[in-house]
């Protein structure tokens, strides 16, 4: 889907308003005023295409960068850039300083070949990724200058160019003292007055990245300044005048609604369980809405059954799931979709105490139900089946949930793709058709009846947490979770293996929690809104956006 389907869904006038200048012009004149003060401080992200595998080939600039080279650099830039060596290749990037008046230093960054497109074999627009770590690259080699403003041309997808801008800047430094923090320039779309711009596009671009941000930073939070509580509070405040309505629950509601499989997990710990319900409204209010549930483990010790400790590390990120439902929510309210979004996430700690949960308790859920606890540290299901049983009470259009379960999708994936598990094949051809077009990657296991059979082949119980046999985890927890599904259209992310990365996967993404997969799901709603939108559509106008579309 490119930024072309979001035009037709999204109004203008929704969307935070960005100051743009007017010409050329008012940019050079601002740049004069600020060099009295700091003389670099501004910079500009400029695109190259060459055929990676020709160290002769002489190299094609953007169109943005080739106005910009004849009519301010008197082709100063192409020229120097060639006598810099062979042209960059994706991913890296040639500086140049002072080739006029307005900026001080240009960053050109390599796009590969300009036939670059859909790869089907890669499950990807490499084009638009190529774009992203572009943006990204160029963006963070003029950060290290501590470049007050960078300018960054849309290099033929402004989305992606401002995905890839927004993300590469962002810096996980909240706790560090204010002298000790890497400097954070202000970012802007660089354009040419005479030639096309899509200022939609960066906009939206950037509502994504500022989305999965978010995520980054509430996994990134330690987990004693992260409670559930404190997770709440935290959403109350970040959702305050975004257009979503936060409801906190506390113990005693989830003890009437008989959330007997959430409370369980939440009773090793001293911190109080909340339950989470967001709501947005943007569409007609008898409208089904889509349910998203995340996983809210604030910290997950493993109970009784104790982590190691390399595991352990990482706990504080086990809501990634909660993390990117509230930040894909935000976005979705900040792009005004029209679509009804109810979010339910459980939020407590699996800790070890005198309370916790034993290996070989047997509880019974609302559905009536009997579960046996066989591993502890398996808390993740356990913490989703009494959202699942809750859903039913808004008839759901579909229900979308994501957690972070088994570490089964990193031995099988690594940090390439997280696990999707569902019962419609449209769901999963939009999921996928989403990822296509972020560059977070999905990739669809097997929901069969046999992993049913080993999580319901004990005697005395219906359901176990962990099922007969050997391996496939993942498998059995999605299996698990479709025991206590109402009805209806489901879809199961398991994001463990992608919560976190060690900043080499993605050049747009640095060092640490990572807040996948939120770009795809607020992308894989959009297209949800536009397809229904479009049905019953025959017009050729709407074929032909339907096309540009794809």
Not at 21 to 26: G, P, Y
Request: charged share 20%; hydrophobic share 40%; aromatic share 8%.
């Amino acid at each position: 889907m490119s930024f072309g389907a979001l035009r037709q869904i999204i109004r203008p006038s929704s969307l935070k308003s960005l100051q743009y200048q007017a010409s050329r012009f008012v940019q050079h004149k601002a740049k004069l005023t600020e060099q009295c003060s700091n003389p670099a401080s501004r910079g500009l992200v400029l695109g190259v295409y060459a055929d990676e595998n020709d160290r002769l080939d002489i190299g094609v600039l953007t169109p943005t960068a080739a106005k910009f080279n004849e009519s301010y650099t008197s082709g100063r830039l192409l020229e120097l850039l060639r006598l810099a060596g062979p042209m960059p290749k994706r991913g890296e990037v040639r500086i140049l300083y002072n080739l006029e008046p307005t900026y001080s230093a240009v960053a050109v960054c390599g796009l590969g070949s300009e036939c670059l497109g859909y790869d089907d074999v890669e499950k990807m627009d490499i084009s638009k990724e190529a774009i992203r770590i572009a943006a990204a690259r160029g963006c963070q080699e003029l950060q290290q200058l501590e470049t007050s403003r960078i300018y960054v041309e849309d290099f033929g997808h402004a989305e992606s160019a401002a995905e890839g801008a927004h993300m590469g800047l962002w810096v996980n430094q909240e706790l560090r003292s204010p002298d000790q923090r890497k400097f954070v320039p202000q970012l802007q779309l660089y354009y040419e007055p005479e030639l096309p711009c899509d200022s939609n596009g960066w906009r939206i671009g950037l509502a994504k990245a500022e989305a999965q941000n978010l995520a980054r930073q509430l996994q990134e939070t330690p987990s004693n300044l992260m409670t559930p509580t404190t997770f709440a509070q935290n959403v109350v405040q970040i959702l305050c005048n975004s257009g979503v309505n936060v409801e906190v629950k506390v113990r005693g509601w989830a003890e009437n609604e008989e959330m007997t499989s959430f409370l369980t997990v939440a009773k090793g710990s001293c911190e109080p369980p909340i339950f989470l319900e967001l709501s947005y409204y943007g569409t007609d209010t008898k409208e089904r809405p889509i349910i998203l549930i995340g996983q809210g483990n604030t910290f997950d010790s493993g109970g009784i059954c104790l982590k190691q400790l390399e595991a352990l590390t990482d706990m504080r990120a086990d809501m990634t799931g909660a993390a990117c439902v509230v930040a894909a929510s935000r976005a979705i309210a900040a792009l005004k979709l029209p679509v009804n979004i109810r979010a339910l996430i459980p939020l407590c700690e699996n800790m070890i105490g005198c309370n916790a949960m034993k290996p070989g308790d047997v509880i019974t859920v609302k559905n009536g139900k009997s579960i046996e606890i066989v591993k502890t540290s398996n808390e993740a299901p356990l913490a989703l089946v009494d959202a699942l049983l809750y859903a039913e009470h808004f008839g759901p259009k579909y229900i979308v949930d994501v957690s972070t379960i088994s570490k089964a999708t990193i031995e099988s994936f690594g940090k390439v793709c997280a696990a999707v598990f569902t019962n419609s094949e449209d769901l999963w051809q939009r999921m996928q058709n989403a990822s296509i077009h972020t560059g977070d990657r999905v990739w669809r296991l097997p929901l069969w009846d046999y992993y049913t059979q080993q999580i319901c082949s004990a005697d005395h119980v219906d359901v176990q947490n962990i099922g007969q046999g050997e391996g496939a985890n993942s498998c059995k927890a999605a299996a698990f979770l479709r025991e206590f599904l109402p009805c209806g259209k489901w879809m199961h992310i398991d994001a463990l293996n992608v919560m976190k990365t060690k900043g080499t996967d993605f050049p747009y993404i640095r060092r640490g929690m990572a807040g996948r997969p939120t770009r795809t799901l607020i992308e894989f709603i959009a297209q949800s809104v536009v397809q229904c939108s479009d049905c019953g559509s025959s017009s050729s106008s709407s074929k032909s956006e339907k096309q540009q579309m794809r």
